[in-house]
Structures are given as C-alpha cells and as structure tokens.
C-alpha cells in the first residue's frame, strides 16, 4: 500500500507518462526488484489504492444492520462509503477523480481498476448471499415441516409458482410457472451474481461519472445522489427468489 500511495502522488504530480517504475520505488524507499516483486509494472502498483476503495463498499454492505433489507443494506453501504467527511475523507475523494481520470487516458491503468471492481464484485457476492440465506433457510425449513400456502401445492421435486415469492423472475429454472427444485442452487447463485454486478455496476458509474466532471463529491450530482438514483433499477429485484 506504501507503494501504491507513492504512485499515485507521482502519477498525480508528474503523469502517468513521466513518471518511472523506479521512480514510484525510489519514492516509497524500496529497492526497484522489490518494487517489481510485488507488481508487474507502475500500473499496477495502483491495484491497492484501487482495491481498497472498491472493498470498501462491499465491507460496508456486509456491515450494515441486519434487518435492513438488501436494497437498503445497498443504499446504507453508499451513503456510508462514499458521502465526504462521513466514511470518506474529501481529498481522498479528489484522489479518486484524478486518478479515474488518469485511468481514462491508459488502458493499462484501465485494466487495474476493472479487476479491481471485479474482485469488489466477488466479495459482493459473498455478502448478499449470506443476508439472503437465513430468510432462504427459514423458507427450506417451513417448505421441509410441509408449510404450503394454501393457494400452493407441493408434489415430487417440483413447487407450484405459489409456493415462492417472485419466482417468475427466477430465470430459466421456470417454466411453465413450476420451479424446479433440483435447479435451486444452480439459480441462487446466478440470481445474486446477477444482482451483485448491477449494483456493483450502479456505483462504479456513478463513481466514473463523478469524475469526468467537476461536480463536487458532497453536492447533489455527487456520487452518493447518482449511485443511489442508479440503485433503484434493483427496487423491484425479486431478491426473495433468488
């Protein structure tokens, strides 16, 4: 992190251009093959300080209060992670800006903060999973002691549409308005994949959309109030059937 904070003050002072692989290690006080042990070049020392901030919104989400439901576990994530002088400091958000705008002028420096919002993503997913297993494992158990709507009916492997909140949305497992019960886990996992990558979608815009502009961070096109008018396109995610 010591070096990534040192290439990004470098970048950020000089340019991506002018400035060196040796350079980023002379400034953080490392020798350059311990420099080059860690990354494969000064692109990539900002994986970190790119890393560091895309987790960040994934941690807040895991951390929020447990009965909030998932879109507004979500929304509280934002609001906590990304509003100036709450969960982040408001030069921090200005190194954000510079170096975003830095990455849409290198492919390479592109390509560090795509795999860095791809690995937030993992961990996104990981997180809504384990909010939604306990309402998911207290379905099972009602399903397994033969808690059947009345409007539902159980029979073999399969469940009538009645017997699951949204599960018309639940992709290619319905059919016919019968979900099959093989298919379960097969669907959880594309549906909270699925929902993992609109939201993370949702704030990375935001966030990229901040910073081609000159828009404060704490204002009203900042990136807390787009990101959240983004969210909503998961309102109405069907998030009990996936």
């Known amino acids: 992190m010591e070096i990534a904070r040192a290439a ?3 970048f950020m002072r000089h340019g991506l251009r002018a400035t060196r692989a040796e ?8 020798a350059p093959r311990t420099f080059y042990r860690y990354f494969a070049s000064k692109e990539e020392a900002l994986g970190p300080l790119f890393s560091a901030g895309a987790e960040k919104w994934a941690e807040a989400v895991r951390d929020a209060p447990a009965g909030l439901s998932v879109p507004d576990a979500l929304r509280h994530a934002v609001v906590r992670t990304l509003t100036p002088g709450v969960g982040v400091r408001p030069e921090s958000m200005e190194w954000v800006r ?6 849409e002028g290198s492919p390479a420096l592109r390509r ?6 791809q690995g937030a993503e993992r961990t996104l997913v990981e997180v809504l999973a384990a909010r939604l297993s ?11 002691d033969g808690a059947v709507p009345a409007d539902g009916e159980a029979s073999g492997d ?3 549409e009645g017997t699951v909140p949204g599960a018309a949305a639940a992709g290619d497992a319905v059919s016919g308005g019968v979900v099959s019960a093989g298919e379960g886990p097969h669907v ?5 994949r699925f929902g993992a990558a609109v939201a993370g979608a949702a704030v990375r815009v935001a966030v990229e959309t901040w910073a081609a502009g000159d828009d404060p961070a704490d204002g ?19 998030w009990d059937a996936v």
């Not at 510079?98 to 990455?103: E, F, G, H, P, Y």
């Not at 959880?188 to 909270?192: E, L, M, S, T, Y």
């Open 8 to 10: 990004a003050e470098l």
């Open 23 to 30: 350079d980023v290690a002379r400034a953080a006080g490392v």
């Open 98 to 103: 510079s170096l975003l705008r830095l990455a």
């Open 112 to 117: 560090v903060w795509g795999e860095a919002c």
């Open 134 to 144: 306990p309402a998911r494992d207290t379905a099972e158990a009602g399903a397994r």
């Open 158 to 160: 399969t469940v009538s």
């Open 188 to 192: 959880a996992a594309a549906g909270v």
């Open 220 to 238: 009203p096109a900042g990136p807390v109030p787009r990101a959240l008018g983004h969210l909503e396109a998961l309102r109405d995610f069907p």
